[in-house]
């Protein structure tokens, strides 16, 4: 049998299986028509990105499902991949050539485009790298990227059907735009945030007879595009406006007063201006009432002819001059100090317009009913269900979905405009004559295409649609899909959405959305504030195993995760417990032969640990199955350290000894031991194939082995009890040993008291294995009559003492004891007087007056704890 090292190396063992199972093709399905099926696609991370804890977390949980279902007999895929991200990437290879003093249009776009997959192919692949150190099964023979040529062909597809079905189309929209990145952006890529700012209250007068209209505006220099007035119709203080016409102030043009049920009677004066080029409400308003759209700003954030003698300002100088010019010629009413909610690009932080553009759009209404239907009606299932609800609310107010982006790094849109006849034509090939006329004048599209335009595709183009696969028959639609709740509608939305559509089924049966990780005080985890947790550092440091049970340990449905380094180094302790007890069985199977359990003959304790790990297995898969990670680790965590090394180990020992005895017992060992290495595969992979290959075992490797069943091992609640109890006896035994300060290498006697015949008879019968593990010098058991002079514990069916006499020397004891209590009376003090300090709690930082309340805590404990024990010395001596 081979001998374990005495510590642990976990660098050169992780290396080493994750090699073993790559090269033996694991990671791969077996496509074996009669096994069912289990399948994930990754969330694919971005080419720009390195491994982050939320990435660790995420594809552990991951890891951790392919793992278990994979050894429970499923033929499993998981496909990883990753995105090409838009904006990121082309960001990051801007930034490269700002660096060399050059632009991309410098370049051009085909230069520039080669120098992006250039990029790509030099540090795309990181984070694959780095997802491998962490443990991930995926299949990499499977490995995608979103523009790799069969997903552009799906994008493509897709783009090509969705028009010809009219649910792609062209339009003038509204959008957010930011100046600086020349592009349409998101909803969730604007930043909103507080901003001191004003509120202009402009005259509007009438264009007729005398009288004016005041309306307010934070954004003063946006009335050269105003179109209209707008009051709500019930408001009684304009009633005999509507429908007169105001003159614009400085531009002079006459607009329209309308009344609109959109408008707010209790903002500024009641009155508002129409801004529809400029303002996402107003571009709805002047949809109702057919009003025209005057752009007065570019993309480049300079105002346009439209805005007359302000033409080619900047937008905030020609703020500055509207507001002067206001003032000058007496439309300035008043300003006032108001807080405005202003939208910053996620990218660079500039301040974000909403801006008239030509964009694509994608119709989503009809596509977004099928999607709600599916999680309504329970094709689709969230876990926790409570995002149930966010998602049909988003799925309510869906607007289309604009998909337009321009930039140069995505997918080209597949659209080419016809200089003579001026048709537009979308086409899977690339066009070189215009269909309509047969002009060789045609040009493509410049836009690209949405980064999610193409992850909406990611369950089904990867297992190679538009083909009819194998793979797509076999793993599509895929088993889960494990998400943060941040892209629960840019993501998990639209795929359901296209798969739906596309696929005519859902892209996935689950979607189980985890929390966020924060540091250890709950806040979020941030370069400037300098608190983040770097998986890539921690695997380096505690191995990948300690890293992957700390997350899966802390990942609570529900609950943001509270991560700190200690928590992963006391999870690295549990890696070298396990060592630890797995060499300790070894040491033990010197001699081993492999035999039957001769099951009625076991002791106790035997039948109790395959008792306690049958039913560990049940909870664990029960708890798997339940998404509820942390339940399944802490359950393997407690039986592993708590019941079998804690008890078992210590015990096995006693049967050792024995020649029959020793030989069950060693099948025991092993059988828990083997049993719990597999139990733990999912979480801990490489630490648990290290030390299964050095067991006894069949199969050549751990993560083929079968998962654990709880029949495997024989429940028995009756040996579940009797365990209890003797356990019960122990520790009340333990604890007078710490109470009374006795060495725990020292033996002592012990009398137990049960009125109970069968508990007597238990111990009796036991009695070997309570000394072993109390280590009694004698125990002696009786229905009743207490000792004289003994300490004692009451238990609920049996009361247990210590004769002391002989034992400690009382008055030694006493006087170590009041010595004790007079030096933590004095530490506590000098803490409560700084606690009664106001200047101290004033001028001390929060944590500090905690930690100094907790010490204040502590002490009164042990202090209580110093008393309870002179009084019962004290009555001891008398
Ligand atoms: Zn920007
Ligand atoms: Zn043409």
């Given at each position: 049998m081979k001998e374990l090292p005495k510590s642990y190396d976990f660098k050169e063992v992780e290396e080493k299986w994750y090699r073993f199972w790559e090269e033996k093709g694991y990671f791969r399905p077996r496509?074996?028509?009669?096994?069912?099926?289990?399948s994930v696609?990754?969330?694919?991370?971005?080419?720009?990105?390195?491994?982050?804890?939320?990435?660790?977390?995420?594809n552990t949980i991951q890891d951790i499902l392919v793992r278990y279902k994979r050894m429970d007999g499923y033929d499993t895929l998981w496909v990883p991949g990753t995105d090409h991200a838009g904006i990121a990437t082309q960001n990051v290879v801007e930034r490269e050539l700002a660096r060399e003093g050059k632009t991309r249009h410098d370049l051009g776009r085909e230069a520039f485009l080669k120098r992006v997959w250039e990029w790509k192919e030099r540090f795309g692949n990181r984070i694959i790298e780095q997802l491998k150190r962490l443990g991930a099964?995926?299949?990499?023979?499977?490995?995608?990227?979103?523009?790799?040529?069969?997903?552009?062909?799906?994008?493509?597809e897709v783009f090509v059907r969705l028009w010809e079905e009219g649910l792609i189309y062209r339009g003038d929209y509204i959008i957010n735009w930011c100046p600086r990145c020349h592009t349409a952006l998101a909803d969730i890529e604007v930043e909103h945030r507080p901003t001191p700012g004003k509120l202009w209250y402009i005259r509007y007068p009438l264009a007729e007879g005398q009288g004016e209209v005041v309306v307010a505006t934070t954004r003063p220099e946006t009335m050269l595009g105003d179109t209209a007035v707008a009051v709500h119709p019930e408001d009684e203080r304009y009633r005999d406006l509507v429908g007169r016409k105001v003159r614009l102030p400085l531009l002079g043009r006459e607009i329209p007063i309308i009344a609109d049920p959109a408008v707010d009677p209790e903002f500024g004066t009641g009155a508002v201006k129409v801004?529809?080029?400029?303002?996402?409400?107003d571009f709805e308003m002047a949809e109702r009432h057919g009003l025209p759209r005057v752009k007065i700003m570019d993309e480049d954030g300079k105002m346009t002819p439209e805005a007359g003698p302000y033409a080619g300002l900047e937008r905030f100088e020609a703020r500055k001059r509207v507001v002067a010019d206001l003032e000058a010629q007496g439309f300035l009413a008043r300003v006032e100090d108001y807080e405005v909610m202003l939208g910053h690009c996620y990218r660079c932080d500039c301040v974000v317009e909403?801006?008239?553009?030509?964009?694509?759009?994608?119709?989503?209404?009809?596509?977004?009913?099928?999607?709600?239907?599916?999680?309504?009606?329970?094709?689709?299932?969230?876990v926790p269900e409570n995002w149930n609800n966010l998602y049909f609310d988003w799925m309510h107010r869906i607007r289309d979905w604009c998909i337009s982006r321009q930039i140069w790094w995505g997918h080209r849109i597949p659209a080419w405009t016809c200089e003579d006849c001026g048709k537009t034509s979308v086409a899977r090939e690339d066009l070189e004559v215009c269909p309509e006329c047969g002009s060789r004048r045609i040009r493509q599209e410049e836009d690209v295409l949405d980064t999610w335009f193409s992850s909406a595709l990611w369950p089904f183009s990867t297992l190679g649609w538009p083909e009819k696969t194998e793979d797509l028959r076999a793993f599509y639609p895929t088993s889960v899909l494990v998400t943060s709740f941040d892209i629960l509608f840019f993501w998990v939305a639209r795929m359901i959405m296209m798969g739906i559509h596309f696929m005519g089924n859902i892209p996935f049966r689950t979607v189980y959305i985890h929390a966020l990780v924060r540091d250890e005080k709950g806040q979020k985890m941030s370069k400037s504030r300098g608190n983040v947790i770097d998986p890539v550092v921690m695997i380096e440091k505690y191995g990948a195993d300690a890293l992957r049970?700390?997350?899966?340990?802390?990942?609570?449905?529900?609950?943001?995760?509270?991560?700190?380094?200690?928590?992963?180094?006391g999870y690295k302790h549990f890696v070298n417990k396990i060592w630890n007890a797995i060499r300790f069985v070894l040491l033990n199977l010197k001699d081993f032969r492999p035999r039957e359990l001769p099951l009625e003959e076991l002791p106790l304790v035997s039948r109790w640990i395959l008792s306690r790990l049958s039913y560990t297995v049940e909870r664990v898969r029960d708890r798997l199955e339940a998404y509820e990670f942390d339940q399944a680790a802490l359950a393997i965590y407690h039986f592993f350290w708590h019941e079998f090394c804690d008890w078992y180990i210590e015990a096995a020992k006693l049967y050792l000894r024995g020649e029959e005895a020793r030989k069950a017992t060693q099948e025991v060992l092993l059988r828990v031991a083997e049993a719990s290495l597999r139990l733990l595969h999912p979480f801990m992979p490489f630490v648990t194939e290290e030390l299964w290959q050095a067991l006894p075992h069949e199969g050549e490797s751990i993560m083929l082995a079968p998962y654990p069943r709880a029949e495997e091992f024989p429940q028995d609640p009756e040996a579940e009890e009797k365990m209890s109890f003797l356990m019960e006896i122990v520790v009340a035994l333990r604890n007078i040993r710490a109470d009374y300060n006795l060495h725990p290498t020292r033996e002592i006697p012990a009398v137990v008291l049960s009125e109970k015949k069968a508990w007597r008879d238990l111990l009796q019968a036991e009695a070997p294995l309570v000394k072993l593990l109390a280590r009694l010098s004698e125990l002696e058991v009786r229905e009743a009559g207490r000792p004289e002079a003994a300490a004692s514990v009451v238990l609920s069916e049996a009361e247990v003492f210590v004769p002391l006499s002989g034992l400690v020397d009382m008055a030694q004891e006493l006087s170590r004891l009041y010595k004790e209590k007079e030096?933590?009376?004095?530490?506590?003090?000098?803490?409560?007087?700084?606690?009664?300090?106001?200047?101290?709690?004033?001028?001390?930082?929060?944590?500090?007056?905690?930690?100094?309340?907790a010490r204040a805590r502590e002490l009164q404990e042990k202090l209580q704890r110093i008393q309870e024990n002179i009084r019962r010395f004290e009555a001891l001596k008398s």
């Open positions: 496509l074996d028509p009669r096994k069912p099926k289990f696609v990754i969330p694919p991370p971005n080419v720009t990105g390195s491994l982050h804890i939320g990435h660790a977390l995420n099964s995926c299949d990499w023979s499977r490995l995608r990227f979103t523009m790799d040529e069969g997903l552009s062909r799906a994008v493509r801004t529809p080029a400029h303002d996402f409400a909403p801006l008239l553009s030509k964009q694509w759009f994608v119709r989503t209404k009809p596509l977004a009913q099928p999607a709600t239907a599916a999680v309504e009606n329970g094709f689709i299932r969230l049970f700390t997350l899966a340990a802390l990942a609570a449905q529900g609950r943001d995760i509270k991560l700190s380094e200690a928590r992963i180094e030096k933590t009376e004095k530490e506590l003090s000098r803490v409560e007087t700084r606690l009664n300090n106001p200047q101290f709690l004033a001028k001390a930082p929060s944590e500090v007056v905690e930690k100094e309340k």
